[in-house]
């Protein structure tokens, strides 16, 4: 108990010797961690945005203009009927056009000029939770296109797909710029807690000489390694937080994208005690790196 | 007799100069040594051999039966525990009190709170400085210092006290306080071991003397028992 209450003061005597020192590799640390944050948020909120479209995706089975009623009835109780479908809704060509009305009420008499309905009737079709992967989607589509009756099949995959491959590039920059960047955090706390060993070498070796075991002596500046990466990864997500709740505040008053802001999330609290505990495992590496440099643990 | 320190044709080199150069003895348990010579003869290099801080380029050491040559890195810790260490720039924390800095080395083997208390209390008071136990170390005189050296290096009851230079930084008066109580804890039993290059500490020990001249050890002499 003793023991470990020595351990706890010594890394706190650690942080207040280097008070100056340990204030800046914590906002260096912030800094660092917040801009490996903003590509995960971008990341985090694509990622949810692409599952949003995915979920919601809606295909347009358009239908030629000269299939009978028994063929438009008979393709219904086929789409009905097929596993992969959770629902088929039959939009006429006379709804089409009143939709298209409705939608672009001055754009209307465009299709005036064209005499006959040029709107082909179709079936909005929504498949099951599980066939709604790119995969899937594209497979049924290019099954139905090849029924009788049907003119086209349209759905916003290619968007989808798109969005995917950004995720997908986003991703790859979030590992790469994360990855620089936490050594970047490593290498600042790992100069900390060098500085905190040179300004003590003279303790350790005392420490050494009197039968401390290689534990011992290394424990505070672990711990002291791990506040700083833990104090650093949480002032982090206060500068991404308020920097989303800025970003979010100036989508809302431009009114240009009203609805997207309420897409827009932030970390989730698992994520934030997740990205705190990488913080401290990173002020942790730092202060192996430093403690291996600077020799600590040789007789 | 029991050998508490034993050097078989024991040698270290820094720079292919032989700072130790096949040196051979035993010391018995309870022995009061004094080991002798001028600067730069190898004494200090000897005395960091014996507790692990530096490893022999030839020969065999050991303390209590056990091979320090052999010791893991993971035991040097142990052996250091058994072995209290005292130097002549005293070493001790300026930012902990007297009382913290003797209580170091048993906070380091995880003793309790209670024995702490007990332990170092009774070492502040063998060494004539308990009423100090608060105070900075740098409040107090040199020779205040060493006692303090001295009775962190005692407080957990080592086997073998070994003291680098302990009076180099001492007046006479002082030095003669420091080798009585040295004479005081090896009559507790203790293995003493004091390596010094000032004659006169000869003259007050009166016990067996081992000298080292240019690392190499001249034959010993024995000055009254």
């Not at chain 1, 090849?146 to 969005?163: F, H, R």
């Not at chain 1, 401390?212 to 700083?228: D, K, M, N, Q």
């Not at chain 2, 004094?34 to 022999?56: F, N, V």
């Amino acid at each position: 108990m003793r023991r470990l209450f020595y351990l706890l003061r010594e890394a706190w005597a650690n942080m207040r010797t280097n008070r100056t020192t340990t204030i800046v590799a914590i906002l260096t640390t912030a800094f660092t961690l917040a801009c490996v944050g903003i590509f995960l948020l971008v990341y985090v909120n694509l990622r949810s945005a692409a599952g949003w479209l995915q979920e919601d995706i809606k295909i347009m089975v358009y239908l030629e203009d000269r299939i009978t009623r028994e063929g438009t009835q008979e393709l219904e109780g086929k789409l009905k009927a097929d596993r992969m479908v959770a629902g088929a809704l039959f939009i006429s060509k006379e709804q089409a056009l009143g939709e298209f009305r409705a939608q672009f009420p001055s754009d209307s008499h465009l299709l005036e000029g064209l005499g006959e309905n040029p709107l082909p009737a179709s079936f909005v079709v929504t498949l099951a939770p599980n066939f709604r992967s790119p995969d899937a989607v594209k497979r049924w589509a290019e099954r139905v296109r090849t029924m009788a009756g049907v003119a086209k099949v349209d759905y916003n995959q290619e968007w989808i797909d798109a969005l995917a491959g950004l995720i997908r590039y986003i991703e790859l920059v979030a590992i790469g710029v994360g990855g620089i960047l936490s050594a970047a955090a490593v290498t600042i706390i790992g100069n900390t807690i060098r500085l905190a060993l040179f300004a003590r070498r003279e303790e350790i070796e005392i420490l050494r000489l009197i039968g401390a075991t290689r534990a011992f002596i290394r424990i505070p500046y672990f711990l002291e390694g791990a506040v700083l990466g833990a104090c650093g990864s949480a002032l982090s997500l206060g500068i991404l937080k308020f920097g989303f709740e800025l970003f979010r505040q100036q989508i809302r008053s431009a009114g240009r994208f009203s609805g997207i802001e309420n897409m827009l999330s932030f970390f989730p609290l698992s994520i934030c005690l997740a990205l705190v505990v990488v913080g401290m495992m990173l002020g942790f590496a730092g202060s192996f790196v430093s403690l291996r440099r600077f020799g600590e643990g040789r007789t | 007799m029991d050998a508490m320190i034993q050097l078989i044709h024991v040698s270290k080199f820094y720079d292919r100069r032989a700072a130790v150069s096949d040196v051979t003895f035993e010391i018995e348990k309870g022995e009061f040594v004094l080991l002798m010579g001028p600067s730069g003869a190898g004494k200090s290099t000897l005395l960091r051999m014996l507790i692990g801080a530096e490893q022999p380029d030839e020969g065999q050491i050991f303390v209590q039966g056990r091979n320090v040559t052999k010791l893991k890195q993971s035991e040097v810790p142990y052996l250091r525990r058994k072995v209290g260490s005292v130097f002549q720039d005293f070493r001790l924390l300026p930012k902990k009190s007297v009382f913290e800095n003797v209580a170091l080395p048993l906070i380091v083997q995880g003793s309790s709170t209670v024995d702490i208390r007990r332990k170092v209390t009774e070492a502040l008071r063998a060494v004539g400085v308990e009423h100090k136990k608060d105070q900075s170390p740098n409040s107090l005189s040199a020779g205040e210092q060493q006692r303090v050296c001295i009775a962190r290096a005692i407080v957990n009851g080592p086997i073998v006290l070994l003291a680098d230079e302990p009076t180099g930084n001492l007046d006479p008066e002082r030095t003669g306080e420091i080798i009585e109580l040295f004479k005081l804890i090896n009559a507790r039993g203790t293995t003493v071991i004091v390596a010094t290059h000032d004659p006169h500490v000869m003259t007050q020990v009166n016990r067996r003397v081992m000298t080292l001249m240019q690392g190499v050890m001249v034959p010993e002499q024995r000055v009254g028992v």
